[in-house]
């Protein structure tokens, strides 16, 4: 049984399903006014990655992750800009969606967009205003944390220690709130902003309703995993979190929370900073995978320092393990060895440690490599274990030879045949041609592979 560290409960604990077989995740998604970043980046994959271990686990995972499309960001970009925000909307979600796709990130089941849930919204803030969690000033609606008992539960805080406003978002209206840590549900629009009517006045939503009535109405209550990267823990996820236990609802089993991606000095990388690296870049000049790899040896609740040092080991340890896979190529199909599989599965369900598992996947190569050199029989379920587990955590691997030329091919059928005239000086010769041309060179005694 998986076991996650609970946020709420700073612990690691048994993830509990409501329905058995079936697991219900929300993933909290982007805002969409500039292109995804490496921090974007960390946290799609983090879950990726847990939810294809839960699917080959054999349980139905539902993932839902929704597209914040409306959001002051969004609107400060098209006034500078002087462009329609639908335009940057529509434009930054499709860039989103190319750098994930980039990386390997499976699609969201759900993709549920906050404009879609506006007037849902007004009439979850229209109950907490009847009830007084909530109440009207001249700048909007505002919530009442006083009125939630455990208020600051994911902040580790007492309420009086916590921050005004909402974080790195604008402390919007802050003279008129009751207390400093009371955020905004409802803003009222400014002339020649997007707004929806309410019965407060022309406005839209803040940023901290639109998640738990999206998560609420696709999950239902008590879904099981409420997903993110650490920075939204407070307010964001709090602040949700208030909303749902102020209704008296029932909102997530668990909470996950990924750690920061830092840059070299250690500082969290941030469009605020400016030290963001660009996701799309990022996959131009690198193997999408080795972004994977660097995730997946490191725990996901760990900072991650993301330099060039961490990706030219990625792509090393790319190229071994897409080494291994040409080289196994002609090794027969097996069962995976069920104590290497054993210890992988115990590993992931030890709060996802992935470390370990790659780990697994390094020593089983190893073990592989030599079976496969004394062309003895445990080659073959330690070769299907490798690609199993592989294949669990979305690491995907390349045998090569999809894209060798017949001039290539050629070159390579040469190289074997000097070696069976024992004209070793020629053979040497063509593997440093092809070498010189790009092409990594593998010679066993099946013959020779070549790759990119």
């Known amino acids: 049984m998986l076991h996650l560290y609970d946020t709420a409960t700073r612990s690691v604990r048994e993830l ?52 914040t499309d409306i959001d002051d960001h969004i609107i400060n970009r098209a006034k500078r800009e002087d462009r329609p925000w639908k335009d940057i909307t529509t434009k930054c979600e499709a860039m989103w969606f190319e750098a994930m796709d980039g990386i390997g990130v499976q699609r969201p089941h759900d993709i549920p967009h906050a404009t879609e849930y506006v007037d849902e919204m007004v009439e979850m803030i229209a109950e907490l205003v009847a009830q007084d969690s909530a109440y009207v000033t001249e ?66 939503p803040g940023w901290h309703s639109e998640c738990v009535v999206m998560s609420l109405d696709l999950l239902g209550e008590g879904f099981d995993l409420h997903c993110g990267g650490q920075d939204l823990r407070f307010p964001h996820h709090e602040n949700e979190r208030a909303q749902a236990v102020a209704l008296g609802k029932t909102f997530a089993n668990h909470w996950m929370h990924n750690g920061f991606v830092v840059d070299a000095e250690g500082e969290k990388m941030s469009k605020s900073i400016g030290n963001v690296s660009n996701l799309l870049d990022l996959i131009e000049h690198y193997d999408p995978r080795a972004y994977r790899i660097v995730l997946l040896q490191s725990h996901y609740r760990s900072p991650v320092r993301l330099g060039q040092s961490a990706i030219d080991q990625a792509v ?55 079976a496969i050199d004394s062309d003895g029989e445990a080659a073959p379920p330690l070769v299907a274990a490798v690609f199993e587990i ?63």
């Open 16 to 67: 509990a399903l409501r329905e058995p077989g079936k697991v219900s995740i929300y993933l909290c998604g982007p805002t969409v006014y500039g292109p995804a970043h490496v921090g974007h980046g960390r946290a799609t994959l983090s879950y990726d990655i847990l939810r294809r271990y839960l699917e080959w686990s054999g349980l139905a995972v539902r993932l839902v992750s929704n597209i």
């Open 139 to 204: 700048d909007g609606v505002y919530m009442d944390v006083e009125s939630v008992d455990d208020y600051g539960l994911l902040a580790f805080q007492t309420l009086d220690d916590m921050r005004a406003g909402g974080g790195e978002r604008e402390v919007f209206g802050a003279g008129q709130k009751r207390h400093p840590a009371d955020f905004v549900l409802w803003k009222f629009s400014k002339p020649d902003e997007p707004s929806w009517p309410s019965p407060w006045g022309a406005g839209r």
């Open 316 to 370: 090393a340890s790319l190229a071994g393990l897409d080494a291994f896979a040409a080289r196994a190529a002609n090794v027969a199909s097996a069962e995976p060895d069920p104590a290497i599989i054993d210890a992988f599965r115990a590993a992931m369900e030890n709060d996802l440690d992935t470390p370990k598992t790659m780990s697994i996947v390094f020593d089983t190569v190893r073990a592989a490599n030599a």
């Open 390 to 452: 592989c294949g669990a955590v979305g690491l995907e691997l390349s045998a090569g030879g999809h894209d060798v030329s017949d001039d290539v091919a050629a070159k390579a059928a040469a190289l074997d045949q000097a070696r069976a005239d024992k004209d070793y000086a020629a053979a040497d010769a063509i593997r440093a041609e092809l070498q010189v041309d790009g092409w990594t060179v593998e010679t066993t005694k099946d013959g020779t592979t070549v790759r990119r």
